[in-house]
């Protein structure tokens, strides 16, 4: 047995039978062309929970795709780049290689030490921070940089008015950035699928934003005119950014192609079972839409010009994945004004309270946690100085 298989043990969040366990797990040395990382925070996202919950089959034991680590050692033939101790973001989705999809199908960051296989290495999906935020708002690097993907693509219809439906993270981060992107005279609604929701926005308002309930008084209505005090939506160009677990794009995506106002631009963020399809949609793979833009590319982006049953004109995008380039301007964005984004990032724990946290949320669709709403839960790994071997 050589030196490098005596790596001492690491902690780690397993999926197991029945719910997640706090297990320690063998830490491996890269092999050629691999990373070994450390994580310093990661986040737990709403697909993490999707599979938590059994609507995803996901096969990774250890999930977690968002988040800050180090590098600790690399495998032969890395770049110097990666040299140990450079914090680095992993963008989780390959663009070509289906075999590499972060806390998906192969393990994630919820555990002190992380292997990267050397396609995502090699194909530039490890990137280096030139400034990281700090560890908590690291585990809004990831989501931000989908927000601000989604919102170029919406960018293109020059909407006067953005629609976001869900109020999860990817929603309240949607509303916090739109104005940098759609500009500061559009109007933003957000729409609540619940009513502790719209409590939570409420006690976290966004200047400018205007929270709705789906389904009740404030929420536009079908023909765009007044209900509660929402404003019609007249003839200008609309845009609906369907930021929904998979399990609700679809009656967001009906709600949305029921809205007023002028052209149409739905940004099917929220993912789709394969084959999915409307009826107010004929013939459409809306699954097929969402995937045509992955980590960035095509350049220019694909948009997908569709009539619905009542004759609407309304043009369908979305995307998976980002482009290392959405990861650095989120980082950026979250270095340059913290304040916007921070109470976002509800519950800070360690690895144990995350155990217990994931099993709860586990156990039934309520997003509390210690007596407050839930919409960011980061995972602090306490720091673990690399092993000599580690370095060598």
């Not at 790596?7 to 997640?20: I, N």
């Not at 919406?154 to 909407?159: D, E, G, K, Q």
């Not at 929701?197 to 929420?219: D, I, N, T």
């Not at 967001?252 to 106002?261: E, V």
């Amino acid at each position: 047995m050589s030196a490098a298989e005596h790596l001492p043990a690491h902690q780690a969040l397993v999926r197991e039978a029945g719910g997640v366990r706090l297990r320690l797990r063998p830490t491996h040395p890269p092999a050629p062309g691999e990373l070994l990382v450390a994580t310093q925070v990661a986040g737990l996202c709403g697909t993490d929970i999707q599979m938590l919950r059994g609507l995803r089959d996901d096969p990774a034991p250890v999930i977690g795709h968002e988040g800050i680590a180090h590098v600790v050692a690399a495998g032969a033939g890395v770049p110097d780049a990666f040299r140990p101790g450079t914090p680095v973001v992993v963008n989780p989705t390959h663009r070509t290689d289906p075999s590499f999809l972060l806390g998906h199908n192969v393990d994630g960051l919820l555990q002190e030490r992380t292997r990267i296989p050397a396609t995502a290495v090699r194909d530039g999906l490890v990137v280096p921070l030139d400034r990281s935020p700090d560890a908590v708002l690291g585990t809004l690097i990831e989501p931000l940089a989908a927000v601000l993907y989604a919102l170029t693509l919406l960018a293109t219809a020059r909407p006067r008015t953005l629609v976001v439906y869900g109020d999860g993270t990817i929603g309240q981060l949607a509303v916090r950035a739109a104005r940098r992107r759609l500009g500061a005279g559009v109007r933003v609604l957000l729409v609540h699928h619940t009513p502790a929701g719209l409590e939570w926005s409420a006690r976290h308002p966004v200047p400018g934003v205007r929270s709705l309930l789906a389904g009740e008084q404030g929420e536009p209505p079908p023909g765009g005119g007044e209900r509660g005090e929402t404003a019609p939506l007249g003839g200008e160009p609309v845009a609906a950014l369907l930021a929904t677990p998979r399990d609700g794009t679809l009656d967001a995506l009906g709600s949305a192609l029921r809205l007023g106002g002028g052209e149409l631009t739905v940004d099917l963020f929220g993912g789709l079972p394969p084959g999915a399809a409307s009826p107010l949609l004929p013939g459409v793979d809306l699954a097929a839409v969402r995937s045509a833009n992955c980590a960035g590319e095509p350049v220019p982006a694909a948009f997908t010009q569709v009539t619905t049953a009542q004759g609407r004109r309304v043009r369908l995008t979305g995307h998976r994945g980002v482009g290392n380039g959405h990861l650095a301007e989120a980082a950026a964005e979250l270095c340059r004004d913290p304040a916007t984004y921070r109470d976002l990032v509800t519950h800070v724990v360690g690895l144990p309270e995350a155990a217990r946290i994931m099993n709860d949320l586990s156990a039934g669709r309520k997003r509390t946690v210690a007596g407050s709403r839930l919409i960011k839960l980061a995972v602090r790994l306490a720091p673990v100085p690399p092993s000599p071997l580690e370095t060598q």
